[in-house]
């Protein structure tokens, strides 16, 4: 299983390595067979990238993995009954010709990125766990056999085990029984899954407890030294911890695993926290953060470390505190001011990306102001570009032996630009 995976080059404990993705990836402008890692994994909604189509994925950037939620798939009609395994394998071309991601890598998850969806454990249940399916109040049953079942359909190229995710404000007996459970779900999952194709990937559980990351690491860690797993997503987050509860469980959880396979992270994809994963020795970031501030008209300039024309101090922008919690510094452009309304600059400097080359600040204030949705598609598009680029830069920091120095001036200068607008600088 490690031949998918190499470590091409390190600083400090953060790696540059390979992913090989041979079962659908083909060569060409689409997708690659080789991905590099850090590089993030890219939520999709059914299927597709929110306000996205996947014929446009391409303008975005090819280093990237694209997360399949089990949950958009486990149930097509509810009133019928009708399984999202049934449809898929009828089709006859799996998940990447079904939604048109041809080329693409994708990975079979149990929870989308950036959600509150949360998996119920039935205790008496060895093999079952209960979802809430997403924008609906209806839950569905997926057992081991539903998830091979779907995954066999799709021929994801990873896949995750069910597991089950220790509440918030968990007690200690939570997080410990979260671990056992979710082991259990994995030995399930290598009994079963016979000739079910894909790579599976070892949860590791056990909220936000040093002790008991480090725990189901360990033991998860155990099982793929018989050759059962081919990577780790370490899940669980997302749910309102604090920035030290994060740092202690991530590392708890890193010093347990091998090193010659890869390791995903669920939950926040922020700059600040994405850097501080690779620095901690993660591969790969399951992340909402490009859709999430486009949602508020924000086009980010991450890989730019300067206080851009147009960035208003937040106290001064009309939007809510959630955009200001995911941005908080000069590294964007609020395209909702007005002052963007007769301007003719690209949507950011020097930018090589689509929306960048073919629009101005003016006709994006513009769709934003009519309400337009492809104000959003095109914010998108320049967003997952910009992201990328900034993975790429951290990538090359690593490869050229200072990735340190490159995460304390990203940090400084996101802090400086923060505090001269007048905001503080979120964790």
Known sequence: MSGNFHVEARS???????????????????????LDTPCALVLTRKGSLPNVTNELFPLTSREALVQISLLDFAVFNAND??????????????VHGFCSLKGRSTILSVRAAGSQEFLFDVGARKDLIVGELRGQTQRVKVTVDDLLALQQAMSCEFFEHLSVAAPPNASKKQHESSVWRSLGFLDETISRRSSCKGQL???????FEAEYRSLSAKKTAERAATGAIGGFMISGFGFGETPDQWETAVAAAVVELPDELPRILTGDGSPERVL??????????DCSYPFDVAEFGIALALESGKVLPGSAPFAQQPFSRCAYDLCGSGQHVNLNDGEHELSRQQIIDKCTCYACIKHTRGYLHHLLRVQEMLAETLICIHNLFNYNS???????SIRA????????????KRRQDAVSQGSSYPQ
Not at 277 to 285: H, K, N
Not at 401 to 412: A, L, T
Request: aromatic residues 10%.
């Open 390 to 396: 900034f993975l790429k830069a951290a990538r090359e």
């Open 401 to 412: 032996g200072n990735f340190d120095e490159f995460r304390s001036n990203f940090i400084r």
């Open 201 to 207: 990937l070892g949860v590791v559980q056990g909220g």
């Open 12 to 34: 400090g404990k953060a790696r540059i390595g390979s992913i090989k993705c041979s079962n659908n990836c083909e060569q060409g402008f689409q997708g690659r067979k080789v």
């Open 81 to 94: 009954a009708l399984g999202g395994a049934e449809v898929i394998s009828q089709y006859g071309k799996g």
């Open 276 to 285: 501080r994963a690779i620095e901690l020795g993660i591969d790969v970031f």
